[in-house]
């Protein structure tokens, strides 16, 4: 397994924005039986969502964020050497997104621009990523934009994903600091199993066709097409049961420390049921789990630092484990301390 120790980085502020338009679960019933839906929605922990509009991108999402970190922390914008955004929903296929925010914020052309696309692990690897450039001599200040905008690629007559999925932007400051500041992480792959969230068509490998567009219907009854989102839910939950609580149990190996000893256990907010048979696994207190799906639901990559801007707002957080897991097969957990990261509340858009 990859294990990165950073000694002279640092989180420093946290943002992050929600769509304004809300799309409660409850209102599935064309989808999912009235007697059924109070038990799904128990279970997944999730009661409501936000959807973007249809003019509305992820990069939108992130660029309010940023906008709001940097007016709540005093940031001068050309204090900016990188800016990196991840999302698997760009503006373009060309060119990458990163350079349109670069523009759009105001920072100057010294700033360097890189886009990067994973899945739910995705803020842990590219919190990784901003840390390794931030160590780095000749940069000092790296803005991480994440943002995703699930609504988009899942189907409404999806029983698997339709419940589960939302939409968020966030921003993250990282800083090159003097005093020790010690963050570890572990990053794992398993590509073998790559069929368990996919969108087939629309790459290089299955370009986008007039059949990408065709509708099916799955065993469980429902509505998929090639264009669109497909999660195989217990390949998906089996892969997390195996393999989340012993990569977070080696990471505290990897720390010294015990997992308790973290403030709080910050997962992906993949759904309820899932992270806390985790929390229950590693014997971590529940009540030290910060969850914000019940209102914004999966939100794919952002949903860990969304958690952060809606649950621990206003609080002393200190350190810190998070823990991010899904397609690829992608997972990775971290332990920080962010003791000075200042966070701001979350925005609508």
């Not at 640092?10 to 799309?23: E, G, M, Y």
């Not at 709001?68 to 373009?92: C, E, G, H, V, W």
């Not at 065709?214 to 217990?234: A, T």
């Amino acid at each position: 397994m990859a294990t990165i120790k950073y000694g002279n980085v640092k989180v420093t502020a946290i943002s992050a924005c929600v769509p304004k338009t809300v799309k409660k679960n409850i209102d599935l019933d064309y989808l999912i039986p009235r007697e059924e839906i109070e038990k799904t929605i128990n279970s997944i922990g999730i009661q409501e969502k936000r959807f973007v509009e249809e003019e509305t991108c992820p990069s939108d999402l992130c660029f309010k964020a940023a906008e709001k970190l940097f007016a709540d922390n005093n940031i001068d914008r050309n204090s900016i050497d990188l800016i990196l955004f991840l999302s698997q929903s760009p503006d373009y296929k060309i060119p990458t997104t990163a350079p349109i925010l670069q523009k759009r914020l105001g920072l100057p052309t010294t700033t360097a621009a890189l886009d990067l696309s994973l899945g739910c692990s995705g803020y842990v690897y590219g919190l990784s990523t901003a840390m390794a450039y931030a160590s780095m001599e000749g940069i000092s200040r790296v803005l991480f934009l994440d943002g995703e905008a699930f609504s988009r690629i899942v189907n409404p007559m999806d029983k698997v994903d339709a419940p589960l999925y939302g939409d968020a932007g966030t921003a993250t400051l990282v800083e090159k600091t003097d005093i020790k500041n010690s963050s570890i992480f572990l990053l794992c792959t398993d590509g073998s199993g790559e069929g368990s969230v996919k969108i087939k068509d629309g790459g290089a490998r299955c370009p986008f066709s007039a059949e990408s567009l065709i509708e099916r219907k799955e065993k469980d009854g429902s509505i998929h097409r090639d264009s669109e989102v497909y999660m195989n839910g217990m390949e998906v939950f089996n892969f997390v049961m195996l393999r989340i609580p012993r990569n977070i149990k080696d990471l505290c190996a990897a720390a010294n420390i015990n997992v308790v000893d973290a403030n709080y256990l910050i997962l992906h907010q993949a759904n309820k049921f899932m992270t806390d048979f985790i929390a229950k696994r590693l014997r971590y207190p529940l009540e030290k789990v910060p969850y914000c799906l019940d209102k914004y639901g999966n939100t794919s990559s952002p949903s860990i630092p969304l958690t952060i801007s809606s649950e621990l707002y206003g609080k002393k957080i200190g350190n810190v484990i998070i823990s991010g897991f899904g397609a690829g097969l992608s997972w990775g957990s971290a332990y920080l301390n962010l003791d000075s990261c200042h966070v701001s509340k979350v925005i609508e858009y």
